[in-house]
């Protein structure tokens, strides 16, 4: 349900428990998009993951869109966009 990874749950009105997102097919998984491949260490992940809000290595979506902002702060070279949303910043 979750890009190859397993869900914990549907969503409940769009809302998953903290440290899961709600995806397009309605499932919560670790990652907005894509499955992950396991918590962050030290804040690392492999090559074309990212470590995301909740901790966990996720691909860096096609849209470079990481997940929502935290009170309006992303992680650095993200910036808080459109939709209360962490965006790749450009040129980076």
Not at 17 to 30: L, M, P, W, Y
Not at 45 to 53: A, E, K, L, S
Request: charged content about 0%; hydrophobic content about 25%; aromatic content about 8%.
């Amino acid at each position: 349900a979750c890009s190859g990874g397993p869900a914990v749950a549907a969503c409940l009105g769009g809302l998953c428990g903290q440290g899961f997102f709600c995806t397009v097919n309605n499932f919560c998984c670790r990652c907005q998009s894509g499955n992950s491949t396991g918590p962050c260490v030290n804040q690392q992940c492999p090559v074309g993951y990212i470590c995301n809000t909740n901790n966990f290595c996720c691909p860096i979506g096609s849209g470079g869109v990481l997940g929502p902002c935290v009170n309006g702060q992303c992680p650095s070279g993200y910036t808080c966009g459109a939709g209360n949303l962490c965006y790749l910043t450009s040129g980076k």
